[in-house]
């Protein structure tokens, strides 16, 4: 068997197997037959930003600082992704990936859209990259769309101009980018709106009785950063203090 048509053959059977349930176009199903997905993107952050060690075998692959209990409990009943690969290890590349399928060299989306010469140390010229996710990509928002799914999609865009709303998303923030990430207090970095705008779907959505797929693609931690008064006195008291 060659290497490509094993790899297409394993993605089917892992598809497959983690969404058994999902009905073919105009098949007639309830709510309790397709699962609700939900997709949390924390923009940027590393394994050893929450307090869930990420890897058996390395110890400061978790914080002795931040404490994430939900996550943690979220961890545990689930699985950790602690050997991975990333081909292009950026916020956009990675997020277009996600919504594709597809490699950020088949997107053509390597880097952040700096296409300049290499540095005097880079061994090979970096390829043309773009910052848009083109109309002729097929997301998995539009793929659960057809299947009957509600969808929406809160928080940071930053794949050009044209938003989730041409891609699939029934409800959404718009074309957002990073500048759009820098709300104030009392919600910094838009956490809470972003959250709560997730809530109010999935709230809407259970009570319509409609299977729904719901994107929250956090910017916290990305650049800017920004957070509220309260964490910023927090923070001194307990400097101070120590």
């Known amino acids: 068997m060659k290497r490509r048509d094993f790899i297409k053959l394993t993605a089917l059977s892992v598809v497959t197997a983690s969404v058994p349930t999902v009905p073919l176009l105009g098949e007639k199903t309830t709510q309790q037959s397709r699962p609700n997905i939900v997709f949390i993107l924390s923009d940027d952050q590393g ?5 869930i060690q990420m890897h058996p075998d390395i ?3 978790k914080s002795d600082y931040y404490h994430t209990p939900n996550l943690e409990r979220l961890a545990r009943e689930g699985l950790r992704f602690s050997d991975a690969y990333a081909p292009a290890p950026m916020c956009t590349p990675s ?3 996600f919504l594709t399928g597809k490699s950020p060299a088949q997107l053509g989306m390597t880097n952040v859209g700096r296409n ?3 540095w005097a140390w880079e061994k090979v010229e970096q390829a043309p990259s773009t910052n848009t996710l083109s109309p002729d990509e097929t997301t998995i928002g539009e793929v659960l769309r057809r299947a009957g799914y509600a969808t929406a999609y809160f928080g940071r865009w930053h ?3 044209v938003g989730p709303g041409e891609h699939g998303f ?3 923030d718009g074309p957002t980018g990073n500048e759009d990430g820098a709300a104030a207090d009392p919600n910094p970095k838009d956490i809470f709106g972003i959250t709560e705008r997730g809530s109010n779907f999935m709230e809407k959505n259970v ?3 409609r299977p729904f797929y719901l994107q929250l693609w956090h910017c916290a931690v990305h650049e800017p950063l920004v957070m509220s008064r309260k964490t910023v006195v ?3 008291i307990g400097f101070f203090w120590v």
């Open 47 to 51: 394994w050893n930003g929450l307090s």
């Open 59 to 61: 110890p400061n692959s």
């Open 95 to 97: 997020r277009a990936s």
């Open 116 to 118: 300049r010469k290499p």
């Open 159 to 161: 794949l050009g101009t």
């Open 170 to 172: 029934d409800v959404h």
């Open 207 to 209: 009570k319509e009785g």
């Open 234 to 236: 927090a923070f001194e």
